[in-house]
């Protein structure tokens, strides 16, 4: 990361040339070529796309993440397109796709598995004809369309703003996406305030750039976030879970965490988690379950929403089990009405499908089953179908609590087992009898 930053700034040196920063909406023009942006990385999807909207005679650009993240050198996670062609354009255009979003309505362009977004240009003002609509300074529909200049305006950051005129084959910088993306700086575009309260997501979009990409948050983006982060609570639920999955599943989950709960923004996702934490002095099961997923991912292995959620709402779901057994509940009532309520909860703030949640709730309530070392109900927990997930959370359990860690090693070794060697460790010793007394002790 560091030499393909290196890389960047000699570049921008050449392009730049220690020219001063320009004034946001001023556009700056650089072959593509000369910043090391080579048209070969990007996606025959998005190739397409882009020329066929050009040879329609639009204009077409690559923008965001894709343009930030080549020129970073990094193989970015998706490709986004920005046009001058209207979204019903552009679903006559193309045969493989269609409209969606109310607030914001995109084209999405399918390749097979290959989904390709396209935007049509934004205008920053609206003359109160078109369909922007503003509730308490938030942005809650934006369809008024108008130029890229104008476009380049209403993106969140600087670095993602950035164009690649596929036409001329140039970059084109309206906001000093270059220079910012050269000094590893994450900057908004406009006032702080004024975009936060526009969308208290672009707080959350802030840590996950700096977390993703190593980029160092402006204090400018920095400062406003404690005291608008309680703004996310007006956020739909829905698109929240989307953020999350983004913030905890891109491979940098731990520096994500880390940052999030930095700037008082993990609180606002997982209060009641924060109000555990609080009690607690360390969080090594939390700390590892993230570093895990980070690890999958980079090893291409699968990873789940919801064992994170059993990871994240663990605590929660302890202290709610451990108040109610105090309140008198059996354990098997207390676990199932612990598991539901803090799942309840927590959904209400960030929509957590429930396909997800029933299997946070199943890693929880087999727990206590790997106490079972044997009979009928030591074989059922082996062929659970969640008994792999289970025995993950039980090591990260481990962590923390010394019997769990001693099970763990139990089950590690159970498993290994095969045949006639597991149907022994399995099976039940047998009840001795009592044995009788000797002739001595009944004689005395
Ligand atoms: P990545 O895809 O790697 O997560 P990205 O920058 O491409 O990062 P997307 O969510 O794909 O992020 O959005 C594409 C572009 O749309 C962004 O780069 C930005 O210019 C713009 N954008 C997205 N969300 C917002 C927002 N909430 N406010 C302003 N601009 C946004
Ligand atoms: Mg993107």
């Known amino acids: 990361m560091l030499k393909q930053i290196s890389r960047l700034a000699k570049r921008c040196q050449q392009v730049l040339g220690g020219k001063p920063r320009q004034a946001v909406g001023e556009l700056r023009r650089h072959p593509a070529r000369d910043l090391g942006l080579n048209e070969k990385a990007i996606s025959s999807a998005a190739i397409k796309v882009l020329s066929r909207l050009h040879q329609q005679g639009y204009q077409a650009c690559l923008v965001g993440g894709g343009v930030r993240d080549l020129l970073l050198g990094r193989h970015p996670k998706d490709f986004d397109v920005a046009t001058d062609a209207r979204p019903e354009e552009v679903r006559e255009i193309f045969r493989n796709s269609r409209i969606i979003g109310r607030r914001f309505k995109l084209v999405h362009v399918r390749f097979g598995r290959e989904i390709i977004e396209v935007a049509t240009f934004r205008g920053s003002s609206d003359n109160g004809k078109g369909d922007r609509h503003l509730k308490g300074g938030r942005l809650v529909r934006d369809n008024v369309y108008g130029s890229i200049e104008d476009d380049a305006q209403r993106r969140d950051f600087t670095v993602n703003a950035l164009y690649y005129d596929y036409a001329s084959k140039e970059v ?38 700096a977390a993703k990409l190593g980029l160092e948050m402006d204090s400018s983006v920095r400062e406003p976030i404690p005291k608008m982060a309680g703004q996310l609570a007006d956020i739909a639920p829905a698109r929240l879970f989307d953020e999350m999955l983004k913030l905890f ?96 909860r927590q959904v209400r703030r960030l929509a ?32 659970h179908p969640r008994f792999r997930a289970a025995y993950d959370f039980l090591l990260l359990r481990g962590l923390e609590e010394e019997d769990c860690a001693r099970e763990a090693a139990w089950w590690t070794e159970t498993q290994q087992l095969e045949g006639g060697a597991l149907k022994k460790r399995l099976t039940p010793p047998r009840k001795r009898r009592k044995p009788r007394a000797s002739t001595a002790e009944r004689d005395g």
Not at 264 to 274: A, D, N, S
Not at 328 to 344: L, N, R, S, W, Y
Not at 352 to 370: A, H
């Open 172 to 209: 084109l910088d309206f906001a000093n996406g270059l220079d910012d993306l050269n000094r590893r700086r994450l900057c908004l575009i406009g006032k702080p305030e004024q975009r936060y309260q526009e969308d208290p997501v672009r707080m959350l979009r802030a840590v996950r750039f």
């Open 249 to 344: 599943m891109a491979g940098h989950a731990e520096a994500t965490w880390r940052m999030l709960v930095e700037h008082g923004l993990f609180q606002q996702l997982f209060p009641q988690t924060w109000a555990s934490m609080e009690q607690r002095e360390r969080h090594d099961l939390l700390l590892q379950a993230l570093r895990n997923t980070d690890e999958r991912i980079r090893q291409g292995k699968p990873v789940t929403p919801g064992f994170l959620a059993a990871a994240l709402l663990w605590y929660p779901y302890q202290d709610r089990y451990q108040q109610l057994l105090d309140e008198g509940c059996k354990p098997h009532d207390a676990m199932h009405e612990a598991a539901e309520q803090v799942i309840t």
């Open 352 to 383: 957590i499908p429930r396909r997800f949640t029933t299997m946070t709730r199943e890693i929880w309530l087999l727990q206590p089953r790997f106490r079972h070392h044997a009979g009928k109900r030591a074989w059922r927990l082996l062929e």
